[in-house]
């Protein structure tokens, strides 16, 4: 079975500065998905970025980006700039390629921008 | 489309009784996913279906628990009888076709059984 871990409980910034989520996971798999869900104090689960295993390419959306080292199992996530609105609970998700629909997240990195 | 749309948002509900949620995915997503997020144990899949039809209910915890989709719009989770330990925020998503897409979420019914 897949495990995600997000070591860092609780982080937090100020603004303008930059950021970085750890997360490491496990899987004997070869091909897979990676996510970063943002959960704003609103409670709604929000896509931040996706990366897919088989791609050297680091994913990025705008000051979001990620660093993908598939051989140590590690997907950190790089907030630049950081906003306000960047405070939020953020969840790392491993997706399997093999059939299995099951997204299995971390327990989260509560992050607070100072302002 | 108004993304996914869950119902109530909040609950409030005396041990024993029986809770109904409610979710209605994003038209034309043919998965849709039940998850709960607590302190304890984070975010948790209950049950997942795929076109209507339930694939993996391997997490749902007990026989309390039951989820049905009796069409492409509309599935329900319903908690009978519930518990104080049921108190959780629970969450409809969808997605289409391979899970490569988004999923996208509801807004959670947050449920607190006293």
């Known amino acids: 079975a897949q495990t995600v871990t997000q070591s860092q409980p609780e982080m937090s910034v100020q603004e303008a500065e930059t950021v970085t989520l750890s997360c490491t996971y496990d899987t004997s798999e070869s091909n897979y998905y990676l996510f970063w869900y943002k959960q704003p104090p609103s409670r709604q689960m929000i896509l931040v970025i996706r990366?897919?295993?088989?791609?050297?390419q680091n994913a990025t959306e705008n000051r979001f980006s990620v660093n993908f080292q598939k051989a140590a199992k590690s997907f950190s996530l790089k907030i630049s700039d950081s906003q306000l609105g960047d405070t939020a609970m953020y969840f790392c998700a491993f997706l399997s390629n093999f059939g299995n629909e099951k997204l299995t997240f971390g327990t989260g990195t509560r992050l607070t921008i100072i302002p | 489309d108004a993304g996914v749309i869950q119902s109530p948002r909040h609950e409030v509900t005396e041990m024993g009784q029986e809770v109904t949620l409610r979710c209605k995915p994003i038209s034309g997503h043919d998965y849709l996913f039940w998850y709960r997020q607590t302190m304890m144990r984070g975010l948790e899949l209950l049950i997942y279906?795929?076109?209507?039809?339930?694939?993996?209910d391997s997490g749902m915890p007990e026989d309390r628990f039951s989820a049905k989709m009796p069409n492409a719009s509309f599935s329900t989770l319903k908690i009978q009888p519930s518990e104080p330990r049921d108190s959780a925020v629970y969450f409809c998503a969808s997605s289409f076709h391979r899970s490569n897409t988004e999923a996208f979420f509801g807004q959670g019914t947050r449920l607190t059984v006293v």
């Open positions: 990366q897919e295993a088989y791609k050297q």
């Open positions: 279906f795929n076109n209507n039809v339930p694939i993996d």
